[in-house]
């Protein structure tokens, strides 16, 4: 797995598992969390200080919670490492990354070319997000 | 009508080379069908019964000549020569090759259109009122709402792979000739203090559960728009659901968990997304309204009209309704012909209609969700001469909400989901009907036939609804009476066991001469079936 892991971060890699969200909730020193798709960001909000890492599972590519749940995190402030694990394809890591994802644990490898082409793809955005490329609105009116 | 500046047409252009890439991709083998479809579905490219099909975007169904034309050269190019407009107010082109898909993508982008988000779970065109800017009873132009709306939602990070397919229109008028509250979200535009706000309804839509959206919220400023959608959508992404595809849509999260426990949940959201600074500055929506200024209206013109022929008299009581500025009118171009495929036009007819909008409609046309064309702002002094080219091409009947003025899905000809074909059957009863006195006698009549579950037809909001069914393997077709798309919205009943193919014209055959037997001064079809009930007409069917 972790010769896969795509890192867009400069800082060392965290290297203590992620645990369970209940047991995240039940403990009061872990510093890395698993998501699962179906579980709520928000509950993380009281703990963002204490954590380093937060993985969230795409068990499908299809299923796109993870991407609230990263904006969620995100706004709320957090800062630490915010890891899409799972059915992680090219095409929708520049959306990931829009929305604060900053490293990948892919589940098949990713084609690296056309992982820097498809992020490269758009010069502009229409939407604020999580990232800090300014929308095309605010370009227009400087 | 708006235009692109160069941020939009690099980002329509960016489109294409990603969707070249992922087509040599998928044909190279790199992508898999599966990881693929997703990809294509958001290029509007579906893979049919026989082919694939391509749904071009007609960004709340405005669109000018030159972009017309262009429809209709990508007919003959790439397709049979034909397109079929859809009752999202898009266009599909039912025979297109794979390989051909980043080649016409790019062809669109130089006259700024795309196929993006016409398909796939994300937000996807905005549908709006086709008379927008024309009619007499609009509070302002809607159009500019949507175009704001469209770019918000173009390519959003967070929105792009929802439970479902995500609807939006967006009216202004007390007249929804749009079916807004059958959207996932409807918004009606509405004045305040002087003020201009979105009435917010969430959670209509049709397929197999169909609802019609409650009110979510009375008035949000303009200057809230954009967060308030983004709670709306949040709320749903983070709840809805994934495990049943069929219980995925918004409707029924806001069902199961209740209009108001729903909507204090985005007053929540609300409050916490508002205070990021994703909102638009007024300046931009200025900048965006300023395209949809109106037009230069000619002042001093007549208001007579020659009706010494009879024929375009007929049309013009039909087909011509009534514009907001002295001396106009909006022309409705009818795609459906008895006997023809309602949608369809040649790729000739539309090069006639995108001429007719040229000379005599300020350039502009539009799509409505009954498949039709509409010419916004013709003058009344040019009525007659519009009529004749329309007549020349074959697109001169006047059947406007009539019986024949029929909404089908594309049914079990080419869609892999039907269970039963929608085309043969829309012909068979618009031949029944073909009589034009017969039809005006019936009067307002809407007749919508969906192939399967999907209701891509609106068979839901027909005053007359058919549905496809299987049953045991053969064709057979469901009933209902008493829909309605508009501002009476309601949903369809069904009448009982269904039919085949001949047995259901019967049905509707025996049921309008009901209508006719116990109407009362005034009333249109759907009025006495609503005043009747159902018993009588289920008498009169199955006897
Ligand atoms: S209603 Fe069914 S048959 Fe008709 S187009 Fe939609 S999915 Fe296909």
Redesign the pocket.
Known sequence: MADDLLRLRDDEAHDEPAVTLDSFLGQSNATAVRLEAGEDARALLPHLERLALVEVSFPSFRDGRGYSAARILREAGYTGELRAEGDVLVDQIAHMRRCGFDSFAPAAPIDEAAMARMLAIQPHVYQCAADDRAPIWKLRHG | MYKYDTYDQAAVDARVAEFRDQVERRLSGALSEDQFKPLRLMNGLYLQLHAYMLRVAIPYGTLDSRQMRMLAHVARTYDRGYGHFTTRQNIQYNWIKLEDAPDILAELATVEMHAIQTSGNCIRNISSDQYAGAAADEVTDPRPWAELLRQWSSFHPEFSYLPRKFKIAVIAAGEDRAAMRLHDIGIEIVERDGQHGARVFVGGGMGRTPMIAPEIRDFVPLADLLSYLEACLRVYNRYGRRDNMYKARIKILVHEIGAADYARQVEEEFAHVKALGIDLPAAEFERIAAFFAPPAFETGLSETIDRSDPDFALWLDQNVKPHKAPGYAIVNISLKPVGGIPGDASAEQIDVMADLAERYSFGEARVTHAQNIVLPHVRKADLYAVWQALAEAGLAEANLDLISDIIA????D???????R?IPLAQKIATRFADPARQRELGELKLKI????????HHHAGHIGIL?VDKKGTENYQLSFGGSGAEDVSLGKITGPGFDEDGVVDAIERATDLYLARREAGERFVDTYRRLGMEPFKEAIYG
């Open positions: 899905c594309p049914g079990l080419y869609c892999s989901l039907a269970n039963a929608s969906s192939g399967c579950i999907n209701a891509c037809g496809g």
